[in-house]
Each structure stands twice: as structure tokens, then as C-alpha cells.
């Protein structure tokens, strides 16, 4: 039987539906393919880009062997890590990711080289996935040098081990230990040639963890091997392998750099912090001006507390974490600072050593002046 016009109309019009909808769905397909692929680096120094903010670069300066690592969408992993070096000398590479620049490399939107004294807190966190055929270190390479440079070598060297497998040590010798950022570190010290090297050795591996580079940037000025009047150029995080190496991977990555404007400087913001003293403890009394002509909205006011320093108790906002780079949050009934307005809140705390001030502060990631 021959279909009526209407039918067949309907029966074509099914079908080009359909059609239409295939033709989208495998569209879509091949665009998720397309944003979800990963990126292959065997090249010895090949590098990319991963959450549009940091660079992954596969590093393999110190051998000659194939050494692969394949980016994910918050990290890399290593993919093939062939051949071994002696433990008793260099690792074969440092596959890793930066925020900052290395060897004129620089990371996308990044705002280091920074002075040292210009950076109120320097928030980072990481995830690392380990493996256990291997001889290796998962660790941070932070870099420091007395100008902005960009290229080449710098002058200080801090490395971070969060886990070592094998009989690898850091550079130089043991100089004893320290707490760090609430940690507990064996402190090396040494020179490898072509720059002063300071390392922190967990006593037992670290999977994950949030910390402020700029305890341990202090730790290298107390130590003489850097000053406040040094620059801050790159925050590393990635392997040392000496054998082996694939399967290490870091999941996730992410690095922050709060610098301030100089005191006195009223700019967008204005910082009071009042202090009152006693052996061991501490209050602040913090005033926070908002110096634009527009309200600022669910205001948080960021700042790192100096090195042994924690808070015990707040009013008038909530501040977290207790110690390291905190967040001054306001609360529901004063969350707003009006035009040419103030906010004020205080806490206490305890501290250790000497006593002093955070040096900078951030409304809601715009850097103030203090008065």
C-alpha cells in the first residue's frame, strides 16, 4: 500500500529529526573529545599549559632516556620514565608545574618575579598520587633571587620533599629541624654548584596539603640565604626520580600570589591593625576602610600571620584557618562596608619567638595600604 502524503511527510520528517540529532550528539562528542584530551610531552624540555594558570613542563635534564609525562585537567602524570642514575648524585629530571617563570618560561597570568616584601601571603595546595617501584622525591622547588629575573639559574633554591622512596637525600647535610607552616621538617643545607639549596624533609609522606610559601621564603631570610628585598619567581611542585618514575602524578595543583601596596598608600583600601602584647599571647584590633566610592559587597580581608603565630579566638568576623594566611570574613549582620565606611574586628592568639606584625593586607583580592 502506498503511504498517504501526510505519513510519508511525517516519515521524513522523523528521519531528518533524527538525523539532526545524531549529527549534534556526535558534535558534541568529538568537542568533549577535543576539551578533555590530554597532552603527551617527550620533548626533554617540551612544555604546556593546564588550567589556563600554570605551566607543566617535563624537565628531563639529567639523562639521556625517554621520559614522557601527559597533562590532566589539574596536573600531569609521568608516562614513561626510562633508564636510572646513582642515588649518591642529581636526579634524571624534575617533571613538574609552575605559577611564576623558569628559564623565560612564564605562566599565564602570573604575577611573580615579586619582591619579597610586597607579598602579604602566598597560598598553594597540592595533591600527589605516588608509586612504589620507583627511587624518588615528590617535591616543591620554590626559587628565589636578589633581582626579577626571569632566566637562567637564581641564588636560593628551597625544596619541599613531601615523600622520598629510596636511599636519596637532599643536597648538603642535615642542620638540624624546625616546624614549619604547623609541620614538623628535618632542615638540609648545602650548595650544588651553581646555587645555595635549603630543604625541608617531611619525616613521613604527605599525600595533600594547603600551606603559605612565605613561611618557608622566611625561613631562608632568618637562615641568611635570602632577604626581604629578594624576589619570588617561580612555585614548583612535581618528582625527582633517580630510577623509574612512571605512575607518579600530581592531581591537583594550585598556587596564589597576594602582593600589597606600600604603607601609606591609601589605594582602594585602608588597614589599621592595633596590637596589645604579653609573653606568649596576643590581641588584634583590626579596622578596615573601604576609601572607594562604590560598597564593598561580603567583604574578606586576607593577610599571613607571621611565622608561630595562631589564633585562638575572634569576634566581629570569622577568621580561619588559625594560623598561616587567613581570611577575615564579615558576618551576615555587617557584611558590607559602605563608601568611605569602616568594619572593625579583633582576635587573639598565641605566639611563639619574637613578636610582629602581618605586612600586607587584601580586601577581596585588592591589595591595601596600611595606616
Known amino acids: 500500500m502506498r503511504p498517504s502524503p501526510h505519513r510519508a511527510r511525517s516519515a521524513r520528517g522523523l528521519f531528518g529529526a533524527l538525523l539532526t540529532a545524531l549529527i549534534s550528539l ?27 594558570r600554570y605551566v607543566v613542563q617535563n624537565n628531563r635534564w639529567g639523562t639521556s632516556q625517554a621520559q614522557c609525562v601527559t597533562t590532566t585537567d589539574s596536573g600531569f602524570r609521568i608516562t614513561r620514565a626510562d633508564g636510572s642514575v ?22 599565564p ?23 612504589s617501584n620507583a627511587v624518588y622525591d615528590a617535591a616543591y622547588d620554590i626559587w628565589l633571587d636578589p633581582t626579577p629575573r626571569t632566566d637562567g639559574v637564581n641564588r636560593t633554591e628551597i625544596m619541599i620533599w613531601f615523600n622520598k622512596v629510596g636511599p636519596v637525600q637532599p643536597v648538603g647535610s642535615q642542620v638540624g629541624t624546625a ?19 635549603l630543604t625541608f624533609v617531611a619525616p613521613s609522606a604527605i599525600a595533600d596539603w594547603g600551606f603559605d610559601v612565605m613561611d618557608f621564603a622566611r625561613q631562608a631570610v632568618s637562615r641568611g640565604l635570602a632577604q626581604n628585598s629578594w ?19 600530581v592531581t591537583s595543583f594550585s598556587s596564589t600570589v597576594n602582593t600589597v601596596g606600600s604603607p601609606g598608600n591609601s589605594g582602594a583600601c585602608m588597614v589599621a ?3 596589645n602584647t604579653w609573653q606568649g599571647g596576643f590581641t588584634a584590633d583590626v579596622t578596615v576602610t573601604n576609601s572607594t566610592s562604590s560598597p564593598v559587597d561580603s567583604w574578606k580581608l586576607g593577610f599571613s600571620l607571621p611565622a608561630g603565630q595562631r589564633i585562638t579566638s575572634s569576634w566581629n ?11 577575615a570574613s564579615g558576618p551576615p549582620y555587617d557584611a558590607q562596608i559602605s563608601p568611605g565606611g569602616h568594619v572593625s574586628f579583633g582576635f587573639q ?5 619574637g613578636f610582629a606584625k602581618p605586612t600586607g593586607f587584601g580586601l577581596n583580592g585588592t591589595p591595601c595600604g596600611t595606616a
Open 273 to 275: 591593625y592595633a596590637t
Open 109 to 131: 597570568g602570573t604575577s611573580l618575579p615579586a619582591r619579597l616584601s610586597t607579598i602579604a601571603g602566598s597560598p598553594t595546595s597540592v595533591s600527589y598520587s605516588y608509586v
Open 349 to 353: 592568639g598565641s605566639y611563639g619567638g
Open 86 to 107: 646513582p642515588t649518591t648524585g642529581a636526579p634524571k629530571s624534575y617533571p613538574s608545574l609552575f605559577n611564576g617563570c623558569h628559564y623565560t618560561n612564564c605562566s
Open 231 to 249: 624576589y619570588l619567581t617561580s612555585i614548583q611542585a612535581g618528582f625527582e626520580p633517580w630510577q623509574n618514575g612512571a605512575g607518579l602524578a
Open 26 to 52: 556526535a558534535a558534541l562528542l568529538t568537542a568533549a573529545s577535543v576539551a578533555q584530551a590530554d597532552t603527551t610531552l617527550c620533548e626533554q624540555f617540551g612544555s604546556t599549559t593546564v588550567q589556563g
Open 317 to 327: 568576623a570569622d577568621v580561619s584557618p588559625s594560623s598561616g594566611t587567613v581570611t
Open 179 to 197: 616546624t614549619v607552616a604547623g609541620r614538623q621538617w628535618q632542615v638540609w643545607s648545602g650548595n650544588n654548584g651553581s646555587n645555595d639549596v
